[in-house]
Each structure stands twice: as C-alpha cells, then as structure tokens.
C-alpha cells in the first residue's frame, strides 16, 4: 500500500537529547495519524502486526499543527496548558504568544476541560479557521486568536 503525502519528523538530537537514551536505535517518528487510519492488531507471540485499513479514513489529508506553537500539559489532570516554543513567523508569534503563557480558554471553552489530544486536534482543522485563545501571562489576562496557516 502507498500512502502519500505522510507527515514524518527527525527531530535534531539537541531535542530528543533529554527524551531518548543515547544507546537508542530512534530516527524520528512517521506518520502523524497514520495509525489511526487502519484497525490495528499486534501479534505479541510471533512479533508482527497486521494493519487493515479504513477506507475514509485513508481519504482524508495528513495536517500538522498549524499554530507553530507547542504546548506542554502540567498541573492536576495534566489540564494546564503552557506555552513551551514558538516557531518564527508563525501564526502563534504572529498573534502575540509568548514561551510560559498559559492558556486559560480556547475557542470559547475552559482549557480544563479540553484534553491536549483535542486541541492538537483543533490545530490542524483546516487552513484558514480561526481560533480564539484567552492567555495569562504572568498577572495578566490577554485575549488574541490566530489563523491556522500549514507550516510544512
């Protein structure tokens, strides 16, 4: 089977560094979402899987996150969300963000009662959508919102 257009990344060893033992054998990861497109079944005992793929699934398009802003999930619940990088000349400096904002409402909603996998989700939604954050930084409360752009 040939899958086009997948999404792969070779993170440079400066950011895998504190992640991933130095003995490991790790490139990079493929697929963003790719196996989500197919009912996956691991055969532990004779070491294969088998992929079987879902047809409108394997239809829809590969995206990334089109903020250029990564997020790490702290606190109870891991349901606080800061702001941990910030690609330049992406939507989210474009907007104002800043490393260490934390983001208090997205699109309307508490950002505790959003998981990260929702938002991630919500960042590669479509080109163009836009989406509303309230932020604090520091004693300060700020209301911006940007407009996904694909980076890649």
Avoid: W
Avoid at 12 to 28: C, E, L, M, W, Y
Avoid at 109 to 123: A, G, L, N, T
Wanted: charged residues 30%; glycine residues 6%.
């Amino acid at each position: 089977m040939e899958i086009p257009n997948i999404i792969a990344s070779f993170p440079d060893s400066t950011s895998v560094k504190a992640k991933v033992s130095p003995n490991s054998s790790r490139q990079g990861n493929i697929g963003c979402e790719l196996l989500r497109r197919f009912t996956v079944t691991f055969n532990y005992r004779d070491q294969y899987i088998v992929l079987k793929p879902i047809p409108r699934r394997l239809r829809e398009p590969f995206e990334h996150n089109m903020t250029g802003m990564e997020l790490t999930a702290k606190g109870q619940s891991f349901r606080e969300y800061f702001i941990e990088r910030i690609l330049n000349s992406s939507p989210a400096e474009e907007a104002g963000f800043k490393v260490g904002d934390n983001i208090i409402m997205i699109n309307g909603r508490p950002s505790r009662d959003v998981s990260i996998s929702e938002i991630y989700k919500m960042f590669q939604k479509k080109e163009g959508k836009v989406v509303d954050f309230v932020i604090k930084r520091g004693n300060e409360y700020l209301i911006t919102s940007l407009k996904l752009r694909r980076l890649i």
